[in-house]
């Protein structure tokens, strides 16, 4: 008896033809999510030691060997300083940056904002630090010496950091009903020309609201003076967050990971490495303080560097309850991504 090769009936040679191309598809959709993540980073940031694990990652391209880690092989990653929450906000809304880092309250405000469209949350908090309202006027001692002539350097009027300290400052000392009165008061300044500004002594400038390096590269100037910080108000609290949108965030599971990785490894080696830190942080910035001086605000127990939230809900608490958010985070945990919700925080 001869040995014929075995033929397929109909409906067999359809199921398997049916199998092949649903193969094919599978293999088109595993092999087009592993290319699916963005090959370029734009991050946008503001100016100062807020920001310093991204000095960090940028100087020793953190975020690029975490990525490739990952899988996702060379990407590039290019960073956008910017002067005002509200220019990088812009950024992100207009599309011409996929993250940022910024203060507190406008990463909050932009969370309100964008809840039922782009849905804007923070990948990771990045430190803790005091800001200060310096002075150059001796009779200013107080939020109660300002007067309709003085004038308040900021970041950005009405959404920066300094700007809600503000109000929450002159809520707690001037009453309920003064909550805003130094609003009219405020100037949108970047930090470096709210400093020159302040230290001059020659412009309308009476007052800096401002951060570190800054304010205290103003309090070694003999005119100029301390009139409150931050932590007066609110007590160690997270200063500055990196976030995106959920779109982002959801397309790119690897690389948002492998950003947060990268940060982490940031805040140890600044811990690590004060001195070489300063470096990096004066190279990028271009300034001609003094690499000593930045390292030993490095080493100032009031500046933290963490991913780990700290007292952030003071800040939506007080947003949500003055209605200039019209939502409320229930807990930290509302304004994070997942991604270091198993981690400690408030």
Do not use: C
């Amino acid at each position: 008896m001869s040995l014929r090769p075995f033929a397929y009936g109909k409906p067999v040679r359809a199921i398997l033809g049916s199998v092949l191309i649903l193969t094919g598809f599978i293999a088109l959709a595993v092999t087009g999510s592993a290319h699916a993540e963005v090959q370029e980073l734009r991050i946008a940031r503001q100016l100062g030691l807020g920001y310093l694990q991204l000095y960090v990652t940028e100087d020793q391209k953190l975020i690029e060997k975490q990525a490739k880690a990952a899988g996702l092989g060379d990407i590039k990653v290019t960073y956008l300083p910017l002067g005002s929450p509200a220019t990088i906000n812009d950024a992100i809304l207009s599309g011409s940056a996929d993250i940022a880092g910024t203060g507190v309250p406008p990463f909050i405000l932009l969370w309100d904002k964008t809840r039922g469209s782009q849905k804007i949350k923070a990948l990771t908090a990045l430190n803790a630090q005091p800001a200060f309202l310096n002075s150059n006027k001796p009779g200013i001692t107080g939020l109660k010496d300002f007067g309709p002539n003085d004038r308040i350097a900021l970041p950005s009027v009405k959404s920066s950091f300094q700007a809600i300290i503000l109000d929450m400052a002159a809520e707690k000392t001037l009453g309920d009903d003064k909550r805003t009165a130094l609003d009219p008061l405020t100037v949108s300044m970047a930090h470096p020309d709210g400093a020159a500004a302040l230290m001059s002594g020659h412009t309308e400038i009476t007052g800096h609201f401002t951060s570190p390096p800054f304010q205290y590269q103003e309090l070694q100037n003999p005119a100029v003076h301390k009139v409150l910080s931050s932590y007066d108000i609110t007590g160690p609290a997270t200063f500055s967050v990196l976030w995106a949108g959920t779109k982002f965030h959801d397309a790119n599971p690897k690389l948002t990971a492998a950003i947060v990785a990268a940060i982490d490894e940031a805040t140890d080696f600044i811990e690590k490495n004060p001195e070489e830190t300063a470096k990096i942080f004066l190279k990028i910035e271009h300034s001609d303080l003094q690499a000593p001086f930045i390292a030993g605000l490095l080493r100032d127990p009031d500046i933290r560097y963490s991913a780990s939230p700290e007292n952030i809900t003071k800040f939506s608490d007080f947003m949500a309850r003055t209605g200039a958010t019209s939502q409320k985070a229930a807990s930290w945990k509302d304004l994070f991504f997942a991604d270091i919700q198993n981690r400690t925080g408030s």
